[in-house]
């Protein structure tokens, strides 16, 4: 079954900092990737997606993510964090190339940022 | 563009009632999907439509949970007789086309007393 792992449930970066987050996912064909942000409350904001082409895909708020087909990882990664950058981030796969319609999520990995 | 809205935003009700929630999607979008959110957990699908048809609702937790889409545009989500273990976040998502980035909307939190 499809399915996404997220390794890392909490991490803590000082300001400034740079942050990559992992994500690894399950699935025979190339996957449709995406990375969303969550704040308090809220709903899923898209950072950045890959269906196909260059790996290395550039997002908002300075965000970018490199997919891996070698190790099955899509990572996140920002060269500098900013306190406003705290929040919960989520790696999620389409399976069946997009058809079945659903997203399949990882459990998250909450960012914490020190100033 | 207004975004995905859901109303309530937060709903408290008691064991055993039921509740409903609307979706309002983007509107040129043709596709509506619902999700649930647990504490600690990132959202599980539950069901979604093309137009007014629901095209996957295996996935609905249990004979509880229905959800319609009359008209091809808004989207209710409805739980009967709910359950303490009901209390979570029900979020909605839009989008343009399969596969697409779907758009959400910032959830329906419901609290079962």
């Known amino acids: 079954a499809q399915s996404v792992t997220q390794p890392d449930i909490h991490i803590t970066v000082s300001e400034g900092a740079s942050l990559e987050l992992r994500c690894n996912y399950s699935?025979?064909?190339?996957?449709?990737l995406f990375w969303y942000v969550q704040s308090p409350g809220q709903g899923l904001q898209l950072l950045l997606k890959?269906?196909?082409?260059?790996?290395l895909v550039q997002g908002i708020k300075g965000f970018e993510a490199e997919f891996k087909r070698s190790q099955s990882s899509f990572n996140l990664r920002k060269p500098s964090v900013h306190w406003s950058d705290a929040a919960e981030y989520f790696c999620?796969?389409?399976?069946?190339?997009?058809?079945?319609?659903?997203?399949?999520f990882g459990k998250g990995t909450k960012l914490s940022v020190k100033p | 563009d207004t975004g995905v809205s859901q109303d309530p935003r937060h709903k408290i009700t008691k064991r055993g009632q039921n509740v409903t929630f609307r979706c309002d999607p983007i509107?040129?979008?043709?596709?509506l999907y619902w999700y649930r959110q647990t504490l600690g957990q990132g959202p599980e699908f539950l069901t979604y439509?093309?137009?007014?048809?629901?095209?996957?609702k295996s996935r609905l937790l249990s004979d509880r949970f229905s959800a319609e889409r009359p008209k091809g545009s808004f989207s209710t989500l409805e739980i009967q007789r709910t359950e303490q273990g009901d209390s979570a976040m029900y979020l909605c998502?839009?989008?343009?086309?399969?596969?697409?980035?779907?758009?959400f909307g910032p959830g329906t939190r419901l609290t079962v007393l």
């Open positions: 699935y025979g064909a190339t996957p449709y």
């Open positions: 998502a839009s989008s343009l086309f399969l596969p697409d980035t779907q758009y």
């Open positions: 439509f093309q137009n007014e048809a629901q095209l996957e």
């Open positions: 999620a796969v389409a399976p069946g190339g997009g058809s079945q319609g659903n997203l399949i």
């Open positions: 509107s040129e979008h043709n596709r």
């Open positions: 890959y269906f196909s082409g260059d790996t």
